[in-house]
């Protein structure tokens, strides 16, 4: 029974994608009803709950709004196949780590399971929108086993990589810089096409709706990742050169970024990028140029997640000359966990590998995150050490003897440091992985200030 809604809508992957991009659909479309759907129950279970099962700002109002009235989370992913007309596939797409490619190629076991449950569930045609980041002619792929048998039901595949940044999520899908819509340049492609951009047009301005041929549609997603991943090891590369020298890498940014053709954004230097797309994107961009022989190419690509290894890996050795050689023993306090602020995402998150390496150095280790501390000790289980998880930043710090700012939370900035100060071990070392702090103040109060990119100030 289709009663009044116009148009059914499916959804497989209820994560950090389709979650929220569903959401704003619903909410911007009542006429249509929109389903997710995942194999993971519980994760279906805290959609339908009051604690959703991931942080955004403003995806709780949202989600809530329209929960049961036209947006239903499931697990019945047959019934949800059969009902509806549009299909967006938003399951994870990690890096492969077996077999040929581990380690580079994208995994798309999931991506070919929901292919063939569809197949298998479908009775009437449908348009299936790859909505997750694939590599470049996987919906080739899609098409091949989509018309592997010959029900006469017919499929249309489409490309719409998502482009939203978590922790903003909310208001890049309300007003999103473009909507990517690739299609076969056949007549029930370019149909296809229309019925996809019909929905983002009750919302986006038809301007920012930009159609192209299906594979440029794939590619772009995974180069608009290599590109901002690009900008932040660029100016992490010179964040080190900075460190040298004594210049000072925000003002290097500021004074390179007012020109217009470089632009200010992204180009503040940090501990490193983390989150679960740049760098397997990237990895899987450096796949796909050495499988067409592009050596050199491949080679480019694969320096802007070195210069990432890098900065880790620099930032820790920071820690550690600066602390005396030795962090046997010491307390130390992570201040964010999560890869960037305003999400509770930690995957990929530089604060992994510091703690890791921390615990490797015998440091006890305090964390301490507005929103990431259940992820981070999934992340961190199973690594033997003192590892303590606290909600309040004053009690992780007292006693401590650093304090390593890992994401930029605002809540951090915000923080009595003169208190914090006077609770700690002398003497007292702040590294600022976001260089988000008042330095000149903090070394004022006493600290020993190590920023990122600029000249460390410290009393010793
Ligand atoms: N996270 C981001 O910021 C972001 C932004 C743009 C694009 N993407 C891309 O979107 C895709 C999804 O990313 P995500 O962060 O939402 O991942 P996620 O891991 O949060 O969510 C994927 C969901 O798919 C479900 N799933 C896997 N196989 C399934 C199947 N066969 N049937 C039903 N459900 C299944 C999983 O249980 C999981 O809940 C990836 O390709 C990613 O690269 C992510």
Known sequence: MKSCFTQYILC??????????????????PQYRVTIVDINPERIAQWNSDRLPIYEPGLDEIVKAARGRNLFFSTDIEKGIQESDIIFVSVNTPTKTFGVGAGMAADLQYWEK??????????????????????????RAMERILFST???????????????????????LERPDRVLIGSRQTESGLKARSALAEIYANWVPQERILTTDIWSSELSKLVANAFLAQRISSINAIAALCEKTEADVSQVAKAVGMDPRIGPKFLNASVGFGGSCFKKDILNLVYICRYYGLNEVAKYWESVIEINEYQKSHFLITMLNAMFNTLAGKRIALFGFAFKADTGDTRESPAIYIAARLIEEQADLVITDPKALANAKADLKGIEGKVQFVEDPYEAATGSHAIAIMTEWRQFRELDYERIYRSMAKPAFIFDGRNIVDHSKLYRLGFNVYPIGKPALTHL
Request: with cysteine; glycine share 8%; aromatic share 4%.
């Open 12 to 29: 497989i992957g209820a994560g950090y994608v389709g979650g929220p991009t569903m959401a704003m659909i619903a909410h911007k479309c």
């Open 150 to 172: 010959h029900n006469g039901v017919r499929f249309e595949v489409l490309s719409n990589p998502e482009f939203l940044a978590e922790g903003t999520a909310i208001q890049d």
């Open 114 to 139: 929901t292919a063939r449950q569809i197949l298998e569930s479908a009775t009437s045609d449908k348009i299936i929108v790859e909505k997750s980041t694939l590599p470049v002619r996987t919906a």
